[in-house]
Nanobody, 126 residues
């Protein structure tokens, strides 16, 4: 059964860093473009970052560009999100997702993703 599992969330002070991980089982991640999304309380799920199959292309939401870095290790079937200079407005549940489309999308919609993890909570205190 296909499964994505996020880890690495937690409570951090503003200006701090966290590294999120996404582990896949039942999926060969090298066959999927991947993305990170987040959902804050009372808000819709939004795009954070995307990465192509090989990791050679990455894209970011404007709000996180320059602070977050998406990466993947296909040999380990893992994806990561390094988050630096965290702000209180980054507080949300963070989800990893996989897209089985043959086309890479630089700003994917949540509706365009095929597999989702259950999320990991990131809380940034001021």
């Amino acid at each position: 059964q296909e499964q994505l599992v996020e880890s690495g969330g937690g409570l951090v002070q503003a200006g701090g860093s966290l590294r999120l991980s996404c582990a896949a089982s039942g999926l060969t991640l090298s066959m999927y473009a991947m993305g990170w999304f987040r959902q804050a309380p009372g808000k819709e799920r939004e795009f954070v970052a995307a990465i192509s199959w090989s990791g050679g292309t990455t894209d970011y939401a404007h709000s996180v560009k320059g602070r977050f870095t998406i990466s993947r290790d296909n040999a380990k079937n893992m994806m990561y999100l390094q988050m630096n200079s965290l702000k209180p407005e980054d507080t949300a549940v963070y989800y990893c997702a996989a897209d089985r489309s043959q086309y890479y999308t630089s700003n994917p919609s949540p509706n365009g993703m095929d597999y989702w993890g259950k999320g990991t909570l990131v809380t940034v205190s001021s």
